[in-house]
């Protein structure tokens, strides 16, 4: 399996910047997507962004778009999320996870970086 570890959370005023990190081990070869996914408080965990390990190809949920970048290095199996204008919406736990093929699930979850955005 890959074995995830997510850093950089903490704390950010509204219209502020913070970037998540995600280091893969393991079986880092089987990664076909990568994602991040947040959870806030009482409520389900959304998914936030992905990429394609290969083409680098992106996706974002609707509420992130143009603010939040996501990116990959190939050399160091890191993927990295960039928050921008960050709003106090953003507050959540946010988990990193991996898929093993383009349409199959994300089998391998990191323990959780928290961020907060104070308004």
């Known amino acids: 399996q890959v074995q995830l570890a997510e850093s950089g959370g903490g704390l950010a005023q509204a219209g502020g910047s913070l970037r998540v990190s995600c280091a893969a081990s393991g079986r880092t070869s089987s990664m076909y997507h990568m994602g991040w996914f947040r959870q806030a408080p009482g409520k389900e965990r959304e998914f936030v962004a992905d990429i394609t390990w290969s083409s680098g190809t992106t996706y974002y949920t609707e509420s992130v778009k143009g603010r939040f970048i996501i990116s990959r290095d190939h050399a160091k199996n890191t993927v990295h999320l960039q928050m921008n204008s960050l709003k106090p919406e953003d507050t959540a736990v946010y988990y990193c996870?991996?898929?093993?093929?383009?349409?199959?699930?994300?089998?391998?979850w990191g323990q959780g970086t928290q961020v907060t955005v104070s308004s």
């Open positions: 996870a991996a898929a093993r093929s383009a349409s199959g699930p994300y089998n391998d």
